[in-house]
């Protein structure tokens, strides 16, 4: 038996049956350098999913590395009763790149623990539970989080703190809203959303929550000024408006900093996790003041803001500033969205490619409909890892193949990892054909 299949089955013994692991055969990522991993059995592979977009400068990253192991060798962990240098540092900077005037900022460790934090400040602060969300999104594994993720495959629970109202999101593709121009789109969301708020709620809602780009939903991206023309409605009932930029953060999606900026929006909130942490374990919230500070009891995250993970996101946050790699998630976004567009349009099954920076959703369909095709989606996995590169899988039917390198990637590198992932998609699409 393999190194790795001994250790699946002990993984399958110990762990949750619904924590999933990607392949047929598991692997375990041992090593990593730049864009590059190696697994326990010495198997290299080119990373395109960066632990679902969380390594975002790299791996083995001097500066990042260095800023660990002094932090780790002086102060681990004091909690927030004690005053943390590095915390406060990183919360100066993130308060300021938000854009949102005098922002105070709440670090716990997650995502999901985040959006649970924003969800809890917006209810405080509207002193009511009703939430608006969106259908095809995800937020998280908390309870509230899991209440506000419009994903029946990430929703293990119906039960839920928050009352939720549905409204539909940005998809032009699938949907009641599929196949429409983006002016018209635009305002049949911001129809429904008054709709919604008249018919489903008592008026005086707390919150939406969205994804400015729907990750976990498959890179689902709703036109420019989307979600400017739904503030507009929410702003009429005094609703506060939350960007989830946990995936969409930190110049990722290459045009902005933050997903929301696309959209000509002032978000009350916002959450990050992922990216800022390079892999350490960080989340918060960044808002308004007037907000954030709405608890009247004490609220506290023991881990959240520890020196270790604030220092690395510090070296983190600089790192991305420092080499602009906002930039080159732009540049290279472009780079492999045009290879891609290029290389795959003779594939039938492709039945659309589309993305922003770097997060790139390519959508498999039953060749000439629009109708998902998960299981060439689990094909296209298998075949990429064969040809030595990492790809994640995403949407609502698990048919898009979601590729996030690290925003360091270089041009070479995404050339190398676009010709390795083109054929994997051609020999699934030979093997597979029109298959449903
Ligand atoms: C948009 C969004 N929000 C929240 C979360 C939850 O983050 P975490 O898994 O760190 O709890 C995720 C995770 O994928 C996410 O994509």
Redesign the pocket.
């Known amino acids: 038996m393999s190194e790795h299949a001994k250790l699946a089955e002990r993984h399958r013994r110990v762990v949750p049956a619904w924590v999933g692991l990607y392949y047929e055969e598991p692997i375990e990522l041992v090593s990593g350098k730049d864009c590059w991993v190696v697994d326990r059995e010495g198997n290299s592979y080119l990373d395109f999913f960066g632990g679902?977009?969380t390594t975002s400068i790299g791996y083995g990253v001097d500066e990042f590395v260095e800023a660990v192991r002094t932090q780790s060798s002086q102060m681990v962990h004091s909690s927030t009763l004690y005053l943390i240098r590095p915390m406060v540092e990183l919360a100066e900077k993130i308060s300021e790149l938000s854009c949102i005037p005098d922002a105070k900022v709440f670090f716990v460790s997650?995502?999901?623990?985040?959006?649970d934090a924003a969800l809890m400040m917006c209810c405080t602060a509207r002193r009511s539970n009703q939430v608006l969300a969106v259908r095809n999104?995800?937020?998280?594994?908390?309870f509230a989080?899991v209440g506000v993720t419009g994903n029946r495959s990430w929703s293990p629970s119906s039960l839920d703190p928050l009352s939720v109202s549905w409204i539909h999101g940005g998809d032009s593709l699938r949907g009641i809203f599929a196949g429409m121009d983006d002016r018209s789109l635009i305002e049949g969301a911001a129809r429904d959303l008054r709709e919604v708020i008249e018919t489903t709620t008592a008026g005086d809602v707390a919150c939406l929550i969205a994804?400015p780009i729907q990750?976990?939903g498959g890179f689902v991206i709703p036109p420019d000024g989307f979600f400017g023309a739904l503030q507009h409605v929410l702003a009429e009932y005094g609703i506060l408006y939350v960007s989830?930029?946990?995936?969409?953060g930190w110049g990722r999606t290459g045009e902005h900093f933050w997903g929301y900026q696309a959209h000509g929006v002032e978000p009350d909130l916002l959450?990050f996790?992922?990216g800022l942490g390079n892999g350490l374990a960080i989340?918060g919230v960044v808002g308004r003041a007037s907000v954030v500070d709405s608890f009247a009891a004490n609220s506290i995250s023991t881990f959240g803001g520890n020196p270790l993970s604030t220092a690395g996101a510090l070296a983190t946050l600089d790192y991305i500033l420092d080499h602009d790699l906002q930039r080159n998630a732009l540049e290279v976004g472009r780079r492999i969205l045009g290879q891609l567009a290029e290389g795959t349009a003779s594939i039938p099954m492709v039945g659309e490619v589309r993305g922003r920076g770097l997060m790139i959703g390519v959508d498999l369909v039953v060749a000439g409909t629009t109708d998902p095709f998960p299981s060439a989606a689990g094909a296209v996995l298998e075949a990429a890892r064969r040809e030595g590169l990492l790809v994640g899988k995403g949407g609502l039917h698990g048919n898009v193949i979601r590729i996030s390198p690290p925003m360091s990637v270089s041009a070479a590198t995404a050339d190398d990892g676009v010709a390795r992932f083109l054929s994997a998609l051609r020999s699934v699409s030979e093997r597979m054909g029109e298959r449903r």
């Open positions: 679902i977009l997650s995502g999901s623990e985040a959006v999104s995800y937020h998280g594994r908390s989080a994804e990750g976990v989830d930029e946990v995936q969409t959450t996790a992922k989340g």
